[in-house]
């Protein structure tokens, strides 16, 4: 019997900058999806203590996104990409709560890979094929950020990845500090959401601009003639620069100043990049006005899900939030 394990993932800072090359702050956390599978046969099948139905998957599988029930496409995904010489038998279980922006999918891609042989010495070959197995199962162009920080996870650390060149520096959560995930009601679902649209507005800026918009500053976004483009680059150019004083506010223990920044990032989420909805910005602003709350934001994509914030140990309990969890920064995937 092989066991499997990959945690999710809730980012600090540092939204839709991945798949532009830029900077995102997030953390593995102590949630996450195990798979257990007895290995052998020409398919994979799976059944989930979280979602109804088996997934049945050939080895030889060329559509990942046609197969049902919805949630073995991301099983499909990785066979297709990992292109295993035998299947299995098995179960995958969860902690990890469903379209929060905890990055679920994330975790069962890394675990399932792990569990059908994929090699955890090099952590970004197996980020990227987990994305890539994502993107044939859902259609979203999505970024490494989710898949990378789940296989690469430091426990008792936040990492400060650059997804240009695919390196991270590990910054240490400092001792007395609560990161409280608290649900806004709403399930977050990228498919058919504006994520794809957002994404190619990002594209068609640096293309426009002729230069990345990690290397875009103020002035060259402000070149931009179409006002939507304009704000959309601005988030990216702006948010790159929050996250690396993020992660010196973070080292320094400036919580202060973290949370300031984590409040900023929520208004260019909500203004510029619009991915924000009236439940989250609520959200947000409840746990900012609670004393001892540093900070908080949207995490995730957007578009529902959760918010994060950094808090004082306790500070949040006295708003009896109705979902909310309270993450330690936890170690990445690995195979028992």
Known sequence: ???????????????????????????????????????????????????????????????????????????????????????????VTSTLPVGA??????????????????????????????QRAEQLASGVPCGIMDQLVSVAGIEGHVLLIDCASLTWHAVRVPAGV??????????????????????????????????????????????????VMRRRARHVVSENRRVAEFAAALDRRDLGAAGELMLESHASLRDDFEVSTPALDALVDRLARAPGVWGARLTGAGFGGCVVALAEPGATERLGLARSWSVHPSAGARRG
């Open 178 to 227: 609560d990161v409280v995930v608290a649900h806004s009601g709403e399930a977050r679902a990228l498919v058919g959401s504006a994520y794809a649209e957002r994404r190619a507005a990002v594209e068609a800026a640096a293309d426009l601009l002729g230069v990345g918009l990690r290397e875009a500053g103020p002035v060259e976004v402000g070149s931009l003639r179409d006002p």
């Open 101 to 130: 922006g905890l990055s679920s999918s994330a975790a069962l891609e890394v675990a399932v890979a792990l569990a059908i042989g994929a090699d955890p010495a090099d952590p970004v070959r197996l980020a990227r094929d987990c």
């Open 1 to 91: 019997m092989i066991t499997a394990y990959a945690p999710g993932r809730v980012n600090l800072i540092g939204d839709h900058t991945d798949y532009s090359g830029g900077l995102v702050c997030p953390m593995a956390v102590d949630l996450g999806t195990t798979v257990r599978l007895e290995p052998g046969g020409p398919t994979l099948t799976l059944d989930s203590d979280t979602f109804a139905g088996t997934a049945v998957i050939d080895v030889d599988i060329d559509d990942p996104a046609s197969v049902t029930p919805p949630w073995g496409r991301y099983v499909a995904g990785v066979v297709s990409v990992l292109r295993p010489t035998i299947g299995g038998r098995g179960a």
